[in-house]
């Protein structure tokens, strides 16, 4: 009875966590030259996308926590709003049902594999 | 000055036709001719069979409703020089069933308004019942709720609503404002029971802020600001942290007030 409500606050909720890590991500990568932080790119003197940079990145435990959690919080977001799109088409509660299904199994399914590559990727890293 | 008036309007008779269809007729103009005058007019020289509702004539009670020029408005509040065009569309509210002409089924509208039990809930019912004296209000608690308080259940923000033209389960703007406006009201604690159909399906989460319920509301009622204020309550609740303050205590009798003389007492209450 109360899904709406939770499903709702989750939309709200992720919609922060976006908004934060995707401020992050400009930090990081787009305005570092303006507002350097040393935590985010430990070589200052070159760029965010050079290879000391993006290994730095990949080493760190913070910024592969930061990919996942910016993962399930923008598919959700995402998969939540599309939701809400196609049930503004009218279908019957049946169809409402696999709707939902499929955009969860999409999700679940997106964000493992994300997650995998945001581990691996971690991993990977871990050996230069 | 324009002499005559032509009125478009759409008629249908479920037990004559098929589909609606549109009818013109003109009739003179008159000075400050409202949409509804210019009605009764084609009903007395035209169409003695034409169907709509009405009754008080002012803008009050809500009964004519109807989309005029391609706006959902009273016809007893709208006058044909304000609409500024030499033909007056009348057809009946959409998003409704029609019954007849003019007339649409409003029933489903108050079905979703009396889920929402658009009514002050206490625990002290028998305060409520019978009461001993006023609750106890203060006037910024009563600008909480005021505006949306002059809705006269007219229909029109339900007709202009993208979201309710589509999603059935979802109750709309008129239902919801009224829900807010008891949520609000300071005398009343039927936040929690009300919630039972606000957190499904049936609640504010399908409004994606159109705003056309508060653009055509006759009365000048914010329904969709209601509607966000109501996700914010709700979204606070769930998070716990929702302030439910103490319901309006009742008030208490004035003390060390002495009667002058010759002044008579007060009729005995009625209610």
Known sequence: MMKDQKLWTWHLAAGAVIALFLGLHMLTMHVDGLIPIRALNVASDQRAIDWVNVVARGKSTFFALTYVVLLGAALFHGLYGLRNILFELNPSAGLKKVVGAVLLLAGLGLFAFGTWAAVAGHMLARTF | ?271
């Open chain 2, 1 to 271: 000055m324009m002499k005559d008036v032509t009125y478009r309007i759409r008629l249908y008779d479920p037990n004559r036709d098929a589909v609606p269809h549109w009818e013109t007729y003109t009739i003179p103009y008159a000075a400050g001719m409202t949409v509804l005058d210019g009605l009764w007019k084609i009903k007395e020289l035209h169409a003695p069979g034409l169907a709509w509702r009405s009754s008080c004539r002012m803008g009050v009670c809500g009964s004519c409703g109807m989309l005029i020029n391609g706006k959902p408005g009273l016809a007893c509040n709208t006058q044909v020089s304000e609409l500024k065009a030499t033909t007056v569309a009348v057809a009946p509210l959409p998003n409704f069933d029609i019954i007849r002409d003019l007339v649409p089924d409003l029933a489903p509208m108050f079905g979703k308004h009396q889920a929402l039990l658009p009514y002050v809930i206490r625990e002290d019912v028998e305060e409520r019942e019978n009461p001993s004296a006023e609750f106890w209000q203060s006037a910024h608690e009563l600008e909480q709720y005021l505006q949306f308080s002059y809705c006269i259940k007219c229909g029109c923000c339900m007709a202009a609503c993208p979201t309710f033209a589509t999603d059935a389960l979802y109750s709309g703007p008129m239902p919801l404002a009224q829900a807010h406006r008891y949520n609000t009201d300071t005398r009343d604690v039927g936040f929690a029971v009300r919630k039972e159909v606000l957190a499904g399906n049936a609640g504010p989460w399908r409004c994606h802020y159109a705003g056309e319920c508060s653009r055509v509301c006759p009365k000048g009622v914010d329904p969709a600001k209601a509607i966000q204020l109501m996700k914010r309550e709700l979204v606070l609740d769930l998070l716990h942290l929702r302030k439910q303050g103490c319901p309006a205590p009742v008030a208490k009798m004035p003390t060390e007030i002495k009667r002058r003389d010759g002044v008579p007492d007060a009729p005995a209450r009625t209610v």
